[in-house]
DNA sequence: GCCCGGACCCAAGAAACGCTTATGGCTCGC
DNA sequence: GCGAGCCATAAGCGTTTCTTGGGTCCGGGC
């Protein structure tokens, strides 16, 4: 039962007669009357009566016209689902990210995004970075905002590809009250007897291999992913630790202090997903719209140096 | 939104790959790729993601899938519904017939074909063959069940054929105490000065030619069509009459004669339809039943004379 | 570490489908 | 009776569509 022959059909229903069908497709008579003729032998039955003013449905025809136009109704509705998708007029967009971003720069991106495209269906998944990026080859996630601390190779599985969003400085944690604290800056090598408190693995590798650097192994005595536990634990005094610029944006406890290392490299920011899902409008819109957040977050912090680094990349995935 | 392409996406998306789908139709795999590919150009929208083992739904081809899942069911539904048509598994078929062939030939042809067909609906429709040709002509009866008394010709509008049922003898019906009521036979001309009950406008013009053959005017003193009326008439000594032995079949009054009349030719009964009608299984498979109905009554009445009409006309339309 | 197999894409050629042109039959209306 | 409208058939040609024969990428096994 071919479907095109049955939207002929339809036509022929439609206006009465072979030759009307073809006038309103702007075809032959001839090319009319074949698809009906080939469609009548697929069927087994005529399904019209030819009269002298064109023709009329048999039982069979009117019984094959009511299929006919639920099989158009139905293309035009397929036809119009996807121009809705690709308008973004509907659809889905999920999003996994890290805690720290998902506090700060994911929300303002899903602000951005619901103010484009009101219609989109954007959803929040939070997973640490190797874990979003599992989500995204599972297919459970179309994007994954992860973070790469400076030295370390962010483990992308082939398919998916990463766009840079920008840097995130590491910044020192101390108590209030520690001597480090009085000065501006802070030379890691000062820190070398403190007890220092970890994040989650990839952070606390980072602090080693930064510390190892410096010149000697941290004396770690306790660890959370969880940036509110660990500034936590410094403000009762239980060591310093290393955060994000991102984590301490999303809270700061009043009780530590904060201040720059020098020297201590920024993590990066990037927007992973599907190679060809850079295709899809949805996922388009969502890159662009966490870069523009980013960009959004180092102008508000009037920081050039970080307002480079997410503009670039903004232009750059803009002209893929 | 091509439908022969979705039908194929369909496959894609059932085997999870390019190549599944493509054995799955006994197809080469690039055939079925460029059918994704122009599918993914008409939706202006990525449909799957290519990955290592084959390929994997986006949000946009799983709403096409429902969509390509619903169509393809209503395509099947269709040719099940056409099948079911054309083995008479289902169906409607009209008949239009006089009244004394309603009252007898008719509802024995509907038992056959509720026999043969138990799932057809037979339906009757009762009209002169007049109205019974208009009927067919305007699509509201499939077959007419007409009569034409000898000498009339059927006007057969164009388009439509019939074919020969048989012969129905014209009687002769007087009171039960007339004189003509004593012989056999009887000869028109000794009732030249009877008066006379009239049937149908056809009826009554047929009987003013067989009487004028025989040489007088018949003096009509009544008229109707409904031979239960004609006879009672009849029996109570207002008139003889001329009355077709289906109508005798149909109904006898006990209080009348019936004689033949030598030398007076019957009725034809035919069965009409549209000619291209006749390509219809429902349509076949009624004209046949009309036609085995006509041949066991004349069977059962044993009158070879009347089943070899029957019979004959019933294999020219089997071989038709 | 390298090769092999599976899956996909692209380009070009061959087969097939589908529309057009040309012609004829039928019915209706002037 | 003849033209106009509708439909059918047959032949021709163009476009679609499938195949063939390349190539790339990824993952698994020796």
Do not use: K, N
């Amino acid at each position: 039962m071919d479907s095109h022959r049955l939207l002929v059909f339809r036509q022929i229903a439609r206006t009465g007669s072979i030759a009307g069908a073809a006038r309103a497709l702007g075809w032959t008579q001839p090319a009319v009357s074949q698809h009906l003729r080939l469609l009548e032998r697929q069927a087994g039955l005529p399904l019209v009566l030819r009269r002298p003013r064109g023709v009329r449905l048999t039982e069979a025809g009117q019984a094959l016209l009511r299929h006919a136009d639920a099989v158009a109704a139905r293309l035009q509705a397929a036809a119009d689902e996807m121009s809705a998708l690709a308008q973004l007029e509907g659809g889905t967009v999920r999003l996994a990210t890290f805690p720290s971003a998902g506090a700060t720069l994911v929300p303002a991106a899903m602000s951005l995004l619901a103010t484009r495209h009101p219609a989109l269906d954007v959803r929040l998944l939070q997973a640490e970075p190797p874990e979003a990026l599992e989500l995204v080859v599972a297919g459970e996630a179309d994007l994954a905002v992860t973070f790469a601390h400076a030295g370390q190779r962010p483990a992308e599985p082939s398919g998916l590809v990463s766009v840079p969003v920008g840097t995130d400085p590491v910044r020192l944690v101390l108590p209030r009250g520690h001597a480090g604290a009085r000065a501006g800056d802070v030379d890691l090598r000062s820190l070398a007897a403190e007890r220092w408190i970890a994040g989650c693995a990839r952070c606390t590798a980072y602090l080693e291999e930064v510390c190892g650097t410096a010149g000697f192994a941290p004396d770690v005595r306790h660890g959370s992913d969880d940036y509110v536990v660990v500034q936590s634990l410094i403000a009762h005094g239980l060591g310093v630790g290393l955060l994000p610029r991102l984590a301490l944006d999303a809270f700061r406890d009043p009780r530590v202090a904060v201040r720059d290392v020098p020297g201590l490299r920024p993590r990066t920011i990037q927007v992973t997903h599907h190679r060809e899902a850079a295709r899809t409008p949805a996922v388009r819109a969502a890159v662009r719209a966490v870069l523009d957040a980013a960009a959004d977050r180092s102008a508000g912090r009037r920081d050039p140096g970080q307002g480079r680094a997410a503009d670039s990349a903004h232009s750059a995935a803009s002209s893929s």
